[in-house]
Structure formats: structure tokens, C-alpha cells
Nanobody
Framework: QVQLVESGGGSVQPGGSLRLACATS????????VGWFRQAPGKGREVVSC????????YTANSLKGRFTVSRDNVKKTVYLQMNSLKIEDTAVYFC?????????????????????WGQGTRVTVSS
């Protein structure tokens, strides 16, 4: 049974940093892709950053490039989202999602419908 558990959320002042972690279990190999999504209060869920089964393939939303970075540690079976220079508008619940990948393709997936497994989310609040 695949499980995803997010951690690392919390409250931070504007300009601060947080590193979210998505610990995965239940996958029998490293060939799975992971995406980070977020949902701000009163808004729909949006893609933040995604990574293939290795960190050779990554995607970050244009509006977040330069501040957010996704990475993974396949030994620890954990995917990270480093968030720097946080802004008030980054306040949201952050979710990680995963899906199996083809060994032949280290693709990233940016749509919610592409993912089969979801974590419960971790809340990030940016306020002064």
C-alpha cells in the first residue's frame, strides 16, 4: 500500500524559508514521479513543482522559479520542496502526490489527474 506523508510545514515570516518533505512508502522501486501541489484558502489546487524518478527531470511553475526547488533522495524515499523568500501569497496547504513511472521515461507530470496517490497535506502560513 502506497503512502505519502508530508512534513515541514509551519508558520514563517515573509522572506523566510521552509523545506517540506514527502516521505513515501509502499513503492517497490524508485521508478515513481512526485508532484507538489498547493491549495490556498478559497482557491483551487495548483501545481508547484514536480520531479521524475531522478532529479534529472524537474518542473517548477514559472511564477515560483528561483524561489522553489524540488529534489529527491531515493535512498530515503523522500522528496523535498525547498521554499525560499516566502511571500504571504505562498500561504496554502501543500500536498505531495505520486505515480508510477516507466523505466524508459523519466517524465514529470504536472496535472493533478496524472497522479494516483496523495498525501494529507501540510499547512504553510506566511505572515508578519
Amino acid at each position: 500500500q502506497v503512502q505519502l506523508v508530508e512534513s515541514g510545514g509551519g508558520s514563517v515570516q515573509p522572506g523566510g524559508s521552509l523545506r517540506l518533505a514527502c516521505a513515501t512508502s509502499g513503492f517497490t522501486s524508485q521508478f515513481y514521479a512526485v508532484g507538489w501541489f498547493r491549495q490556498a484558502p478559497g482557491k483551487g489546487r495548483e501545481v508547484v513543482s514536480c520531479i521524475g524518478y531522478s532529479d534529472m527531470s524537474t518542473y517548477t511553475a514559472n511564477s515560483l522559479k528561483g524561489r522553489f526547488t524540488v529534489s529527491r533522495d531515493n535512498v530515503k524515499k523522500t522528496v523535498y520542496l525547498q521554499m525560499n523568500s516566502l511571500k504571504i501569497e505562498d500561504t496554502a496547504v501543500y500536498f505531495c502526490a505520486a505515480r508510477l513511472s516507466s523505466i524508459a521515461s523519466n517524465a514529470v507530470y504536472t496535472e493533478e489527474r496524472d497522479y494516483h496517490y496523495w498525501g494529507q497535506g501540510t499547512r504553510v502560513t506566511v505572515s508578519s
